[in-house]
């Protein structure tokens, strides 16, 4: 398999994964990424799915990429399309989570699935989703990173919990855990031409 198939896998498959991992945290109901939070906050206003409010509200953040002059890949595109099919795919497909072990498995797995997901998304190097790349354009800008992300992850947060999304445990551990997650797994899973030497 040709070096941009494997990427295209990766891609694909972490698109499917972190779409997943987002299902798993909501039937969970233990509290969401921050994101996640604002999805589903407007979900339950608007009565659409969550799945394509997931997918709206890439292509409204994609749009304040166009003064920040960032330019989308295919990733990026893809992300726009594809997370929130899978988590509406993933939403219909996984049983309720009754008590209270249930729930904490798919909490944890859901996390897990999400670093996961990230790598091999991220790894793939066909461009960052429609929120990553906002971050990185505000950043290009003279601003700091770590500022940047935790600013937007705090406005988002709150917007969501004012429209009623879950906020809760699975809201700390998310945020505590996705950052070592994502350093461990994006350079296990990045795709790297077959010559290339380590």
């Not at 295209?8 to 909501?26: E, K, Q």
């Not at 190097?125 to 505000?138: A, K």
């Amino acid at each position: 398999m040709s070096t941009f198939a494997l990427r295209l896998v990766s891609l694909y498959l972490g698109l499917a994964l972190f779409g997943a991992s987002i299902a798993l945290m909501v039937k969970a109901g233990l509290g969401l990424s921050p994101w996640d939070v604002l999805h589903q906050g407007l979900a339950q206003r608007t009565g659409l799915p969550l799945g394509l409010v997931v997918n709206l509200t890439a292509v409204a953040v994609l749009l304040l990429w166009i003064p920040l002059r960032q330019k989308p890949g295919l990733g990026t595109v893809s992300n726009v399309v594809a997370v929130g099919l899978a988590v509406d795919g993933a939403l219909w497909l996984l049983p309720d989570a009754h008590g209270l072990p249930l729930r904490i498995a798919y909490l944890l797995t859901g996390i897990l699935a999400n670093g996961v997901a990230t790598g091999l998304y991220i790894g793939a190097g066909l461009g960052p989703g429609p929120r990553d790349g906002l971050m990185t354009g505000l950043a290009a800008r003279g601003h700091s990173i770590r500022v940047m992300r935790t600013g937007i992850e705090v406005v988002v947060l709150a917007a969501g919990f004012l429209l009623g999304g879950a906020v809760g445990v699975g809201t700390l551990l998310y945020a505590l855990a996705i950052g070592p997650l994502a350093h461990y797994f994006i350079p296990k899973l990045e795709v790297t031409p077959c010559c290339k030497q380590a």
